[in-house]
């Protein structure tokens, strides 16, 4: 059976959930939101470390801990920004870090979005 997790983030319209946690495990998705719900779209700094924040917020609201993250998967708008989110990603993360893959892709679902990371992790029930 899956759980809603509540991240405190707004819901945006359209149709998914922050955060769901089934069988121990917990799936997530982030981007640069803002609590109020609206998207930063300033430097790729900002939002990382924002997409980074909401993906502990929902760890932690699902009763988990960075260290319980088992995979992420990032996606960027240009591979140029390896090193700026592998940077601020070392701030949330510590070895061994988790499974990750990471990606450069056109363009993401807003005009301005940088980075958005999908996150699994197993939380004990």
Do not use: C
Not at 63 to 92: C, N
Request: charged share 20%.
């Amino acid at each position: 059976m899956k759980h809603i997790v509540d991240t405190g983030l707004p819901p945006i319209g359209q149709p998914f959930s922050w955060a769901v946690k089934a069988g121990g495990l917990l799936f997530t998705t982030h981007g640069p939101v803002r609590g109020d719900g609206t998207l930063d779209t300033g430097p790729i700094e900002r939002q990382t470390r924002l997409t980074l924040e909401n993906i502990r917020t929902a760890v932690t609201a699902a009763g988990g801990q960075m260290s319980d993250v088992a995979q992420v998967l990032i996606y960027m708008t240009d591979e140029q920004y390896m090193p700026v989110i592998d940077r601020i990603y070392r701030e949330f993360f510590e070895a061994p870090y988790p499974n990750r893959s990471s990606v450069a892709v056109r363009s993401l679902v807003a005009p301005g979005m940088r980075v958005e990371m999908v996150v699994y992790a197993a939380i004990a029930p």
